[in-house]
């Protein structure tokens, strides 16, 4: 079956750190998301991709950077790791269908 | 992408229908609602969408006002494990990125 899966799901860094967060979803989707969720917050979007070599800012992308080598991957990183970046980041695809986002689990990270 | 408002929170007893209101008083006419839920910590699960006319499907019903200014998704026969936050969204079909905001946390009681 198709998924979209997120690794790690736990992760703790420490403050100035490089951290690379993976995204790997095998829908074969164009589409593909980096939001960021805050404790008792809804979602923020962060980075977005609509396709390969295609990549975009969302509402808080300072401080992270995506590339979109493949239809597969979207890899997330954080240059500098700051404890304002702590939180759970959800990846998500989805195609041109308009039948909505596909999520992964979440990783949460925790910058100390 | 058009806003929604949604109330922040919402209790139902199980058995009966959940009606979870959103407003969206902004938007375009090339727009749909969407809606998701998230379960405690788990990643958003799609539930429904709809342009213009009532949809549903197995899990839920969405009646989209003849204005299309605001919409309800019900839950017909809510169960414990419907207890989720409730998002609201309005994106055109094709936009891809979609604004979350904080969502109705429903609260299904015994």
């Known amino acids: 079956d198709a998924e979209i899966t997120q690794s790690p799901r736990h992760k703790i860094t420490e403050t100035g750190r490089q951290v690379t967060l993976a995204c790997h979803q095998t829908?074969?989707?164009?589409?593909m998301f980096w939001y960021r969720q805050d404790l008792g917050h809804g979602l923020r979007l962060i980075h977005y991709?609509?396709?390969?070599?295609?990549?975009n800012k969302g509402e808080v992308s300072d401080g992270y950077s995506v590339s979109r080598s493949n239809t597969e991957d979207l890899p997330l990183t954080l240059e500098s790791a700051a404890s304002s970046q702590t939180s759970v980041y959800f990846c998500?695809?989805?195609?041109?269908?308009?039948?909505?986002?596909?999520f992964g689990s979440g990783t949460r990270l925790t910058v100390v | 992408d058009a806003k929604t408002t949604q109330p922040p929170s919402m209790d139902c007893a199980e058995g009966r229908a959940a009606n979870l209101p959103c407003n969206h008083s902004?938007?375009?006419?090339?727009?749909?609602v969407y809606w998701y839920r998230q379960i405690h910590s788990q990643g958003p699960q799609y539930i429904i969408h709809?342009?213009?006319n009532n949809e549903t499907n197995e899990m839920a019903s969405l009646i989209i006002t003849e204005d299309r200014k605001s919409s309800t998704l019900i839950l017909p026969h809510a169960t414990l494990r419907d207890t989720a936050v409730y998002y609201c969204?309005?994106?055109?079909?094709?936009?891809?990125?979609?604004?979350f905001g904080d969502g109705t946390t429903l609260t299904v009681k015994p």
């Open positions: 969204i309005v994106s055109r079909i094709n936009a891809g990125k979609s604004t």
């Open positions: 998500a695809s989805s195609d041109r269908t308009g039948y909505g986002y596909t």
């Open positions: 829908w074969n989707h164009n589409n």
């Open positions: 902004t938007i375009s006419g090339n727009e749909y």
């Open positions: 991709s609509y396709g390969v070599q295609d990549t």
């Open positions: 709809g342009l213009k």
